[in-house]
């Protein structure tokens, strides 16, 4: 079968060199600020709206969901991130390929196993004109890790200090060696002490905005209806194309399709995959699609009958024709995986995708084989069948689909899945709950990191089969821990990376998990923008209205 269009964008992605120019180019507002040039700027859609070089009055971004509060480190929803992360930054961010990069810390080491050195950017002021010093940082770090409601505080647990060492120098100290440790910093908000610490009990409600750095400021919250920034002259980078930018709640997505139409809004994210082709059809309108890291997979709990069995789920391994439904039932809006791990995941330990695309070869597969799946089911527990109820979210027809055709071929050999349509707090309940009978499900999981140890760490390692973790095969390894162990106190790339195959060889082998498809990620533009560097699972915490700018 011919590759798809997102395989292609993979290659393109993960072999892209990081010059300056490439950069200019395809990184958009990410790579100029890495480069110390700064970000680029947005621009408008609707016809009425006069064009000024590289500049615009107002951005108009039209999403389903509310904001509910402009405090970046309490995020309650997908909105609030997106909408703070134009205005608060943290010290790293990812550029548009995952890549880790420079923000506030214009750059970093490794001196030890336990130690990173951090240098932090010079001249970036506050919104008030005011330099942001290292007493901003430092104050922006501890509230990080004690405040409650944070949105990382697990992980900085594993810091034993932070301090300044240096004019404008933070080093940082571990309790144990974690390679993935800088992976956190994407979400090391730094807003002013002052500001904060005397508007805490009200940050981030209309009547305490915020005081950050970025290319864009608060003006205005309105809870349930919209936000507005304008554009920071002062800001550390290049300005952005907008003078204002308008984040407009649009909770039905039929209205906020129209909206995109009539061109009352000039930008629509996180597209829903049932109206994907009505906004391509759009005649003002280009969707943008990319290589997403969204992993969607079959999971078995293997301390439950039959999914104990090794050689039942390796039956129903064979069961599912991964190629043709992305092809026909995603209409090639989807990559097939063999693999936990996205190869995209891979793109801060190992860029060349030739090298893991060889390793991945190397890896147990279970093609769609029918008669292989018979062969399976015939030296199991269970050799003539079982039946079994299948839960599935109802609010995601991909998924939906995507069970029934695993219940329609594995009837076939013998298997009676009976596919149970359930609400999402109900399925939610489910797979994160008590661990011991989750069953069969079917699972979408985002990363945490863009790393190629993001996703074992959090379904394959056995301390994360328990209540509200989400290794939801209830697996256990002893030799897959250790590696992952190993990976993780490891300095050399290459120790992390074959120490990251050996466990996709073991959980290959024992199938506790089917990948089968990464989602497309997809944002709706107006034919008169160009939206340079969207990375679909990234954006929300990138400051993305300045890397849009006029056509």
């Not at 964008?9 to 990081?18: F, R, Y």
């Not at 995020?75 to 943290?90: F, Q, R, W």
């Not at 039942?312 to 809006?333: E, I, M, T, W, Y």
Request: hydrophobic share 40%; aromatic share 8%; charged share 20%.
């Amino acid at each position: 079968m011919s590759r798809s269009d997102a395989d292609n964008q993979v290659d393109a992605l993960m072999t892209a060199p990081l010059t300056r120019r490439k950069l200019l180019v395809t990184a958009g507002a990410s790579g100029l600020a890495f480069a110390g040039a700064g970000v680029l700027g947005a621009a408008p859609a609707s016809a009425s709206r006069s064009y000024r070089s590289a500049t615009l009055d107002t951005l108009t971004v039209g999403h389903p969901e509310p904001v509910e509060g402009l405090d970046a480190i309490i995020p309650h929803t997908l909105s609030d991130e997106a909408v703070t992360a134009n205005s608060i930054e943290a010290l790293l961010v990812y550029d548009s390929v995952g890549r880790l990069r420079p923000a506030l810390a214009q750059s970093w080491k490794q001196t030890n196993a336990t130690t990173y050195v951090f240098q932090i950017r010079r001249n970036v002021t506050f919104w008030d004109g005011s330099p942001m010093t290292l007493e901003d940082v430092l104050f922006s770090l501890d509230r990080l890790k004690n405040n409650k409601k944070s949105i990382f505080p697990s992980r900085l647990t594993e810091v034993a200090s932070w301090t300044q060492t240096g004019p404008m120098e933070l080093t940082i100290k571990m309790k144990r060696p974690s390679a993935t440790f800088p992976y956190v910093l994407v979400f090391a908000f730094i807003t002013q002490k002052k500001y904060t610490e005397a508007n805490e009990d009200k940050l981030g409600t209309p009547e305490a905005l915020g005081m950050g750095t970025g290319p864009y400021q608060f003006t205005e919250y309105v809870p349930d209806d919209h936000v507005t920034w304008t554009r920071y002259d002062g800001y550390w980078g290049a300005k952005g194309a907008a003078q204002k930018v308008v984040w407009q709640t649009i909770k039905d997505e039929n209205a906020r399709l129209l909206a995109m139409r009539s061109g009352s809004i000039d930008v629509a994210l996180d597209l829903p995959a049932s109206l994907l082709s009505q906004y391509a059809s759009l005649s003002n309108t280009n969707v943008l699609r990319v290589p997403g890291l969204q992993l969607v997979y079959f999971s078995f709990c293997v301390t439950q009958a039959p999914w104990s069995d090794v050689h039942v789920r390796r039956a129903l391994a064979h069961c599912f024709d991964k190629q043709g439904f992305v092809k026909s039932v995603l209409k090639g809006n989807g990559r097939v995986e063999d693999t936990v791990v996205p190869i995209l995941e891979w793109v801060n330990l190992v860029p060349q995708t030739a090298k893991v695309k060889k390793w991945y070869a190397g890896l147990p597969h279970y093609p769609f084989d029918l008669a292989r799946a018979k062969q399976e089911l015939k030296q199991s527990s269970v050799p003539k069948g079982f039946s079994a109820t299948f839960p599935v979210p109802n609010n995601e027809p991909d998924i939906l689909n995507a069970a029934l055709t695993l219940a329609q071929n594995a009837k076939k050999i013998g298997i009676n899945l009976k596919v149970k349509e359930v609400t999402n707090p109900v399925w939610v309940a489910g797979i994160v709950g008590k661990k011991n009978k989750t069953g069969l499900q079917i699972i979408r999981k985002g990363p945490s990191a863009q790393d190629a140890s993001d996703f074992p760490m959090f379904i394959l390692r056995g301390s994360q089969a328990i209540e509200g973790a989400v290794n939801t095969a209830n697996y256990h390894n002893a030799k897959l821990d250790a590696l992952l162990a190993a990976q993780d106190k490891a300095t050399s790339a290459k120790s992390r990376a074959d120490n990251i195959i050996k466990v996709l060889e073991i959980a290959g082998k024992d199938v506790p998990y089917i990948p089968l498809y990464t989602r497309v990620g997809t944002v709706a533009v107006s034919k008169k923008l160009v939206y340079d560097g969207f990375h679909p699972n990234w954006w929300v915490i990138q400051p993305w209205a300045a890397k849009i700018r006029p056509a």
